[in-house]
C-alpha cells in the first residue's frame, strides 16, 4: 500500500487532500497541531516549524517507507497588518510555519522516501501577486515556491517535487453571486480541486519543480478600475 503524510490534514485543503488520498486507497498520515477533518487518516500530533517536534512525529509514525509528502501545514491568515506593526514574533511564525515547516519536514522524509516518491508543496498565488498587508504571508508562499524547484533539482531524478498554487479555495454556501462569477472558470475553488491536483501530480511522472496554478484563472484576468 502507497503511504502519505499530509501536513496540516485538519485545516479545510488539508482534510480535503486526507480524504481523497485516502479513498484511492493510500495510507494517510495526517500531521497537525489538532485532530479532525479525516476520519480515514492517522492523526500524529506535530507543529512543523519546531525541528523536535518533527523528529518526535516521525518516530511516533514509525513508518519504514514513504511514497508521497505534502507539505500543507501553515498560519492560514494571510493578512498581518501593516509592515510597521508586524512584529518579528508574527515574522517568524508566518515564515516557519509555511516555508521553514516544509523544509524540516522534507528533511526527515528523505531517508524514508521510496524510488519515485513525490514531495508536493502547498504554495499561493500570492507568492505572484499581492493585495497590501500581506509581507509575511508573500515572502513565506515565494519562498515554497523556489525551495519546490531547488529540491527538484537535488533529489531528482528519485524523488519529484511540485508546488500547487491555489486561489480562492472555499466550501462555504454563503458566498455572493459575484464571488463566483469573477472567476473566469465561473467559481470559487473548493477543497476537492486541491485534493485533485494533488492526486494528478502524484502520478505525473514527467512532471517536476513546477508550480501549478489553481485558481479559475484569476491570476489571468485584466482588472481596470471604473
Not at 467559481?187 to 485533485?196: H, I, K, L, S, Y
Request: proline share 4%.
Amino acid at each position: 500500500m502507497r503511504r502519505a503524510i499530509v501536513t496540516g490534514g485538519s485545516g479545510l485543503i488539508g482534510a480535503g487532500i486526507c480524504a481523497a488520498l485516502a479513498a484511492a486507497g493510500w495510507q494517510v498520515a495526517n500531521f497537525d497541531l489538532e485532530d479532525g477533518g479525516c476520519e480515514d487518516a492517522r492523526f500524529v500530533p506535530c507543529d512543523v516549524s519546531d525541528e523536535d517536534a518533527v523528529a518526535a512525529a516521525f518516530a511516533e509514525l514509525d513508518w519504514t517507507s514513504l511514497d508521497l509528502l505534502v507539505n500543507n501545514a501553515g498560519v492560514a491568515a494571510p493578512v498581518t497588518g501593516p509592515v510597521a506593526d508586524l512584529s518579528l514574533d508574527r515574522w517568524r511564525r508566518v515564515i516557519d510555519s509555511h516555508l521553514t515547516g516544509a523544509f524540516l519536514m522534507t528533511r526527515a522524509a528523505a531517508p524514508l522516501l521510496r524510488e519515485n516518491a513525490v514531495i508536493i508543496n502547498m504554495a499561493s498565488t500570492r507568492a505572484f501577486m499581492s493585495e497590501p498587508f500581506t509581507e509575511a504571508y508573500a515572502a513565506a508562499k515565494g519562498g515554497v515556491v523556489a525551495l519546490t524547484h531547488a529540491l527538484a533539482v537535488s533529489l531528482g531524478p528519485r524523488v519529484r517535487v511540485n508546488a500547487i498554487a491555489p486561489g480562492w479555495i472555499s466550501d462555504s454556501p454563503d458566498l455572493a453571486t459575484a464571488d463566483h462569477e469573477q472567476h473566469p472558470a465561473g467559481r470559487v475553488g473548493r477543497p476537492e480541486d486541491v485534493a485533485e491536483a494533488v492526486l494528478f501530480l502524484a502520478g505525473a511522472g514527467f512532471i517536476t519543480g513546477e508550480t501549478l496554478t489553481l485558481d479559475g484563472g484569476m491570476s489571468r484576468r485584466m482588472i481596470y478600475a471604473d
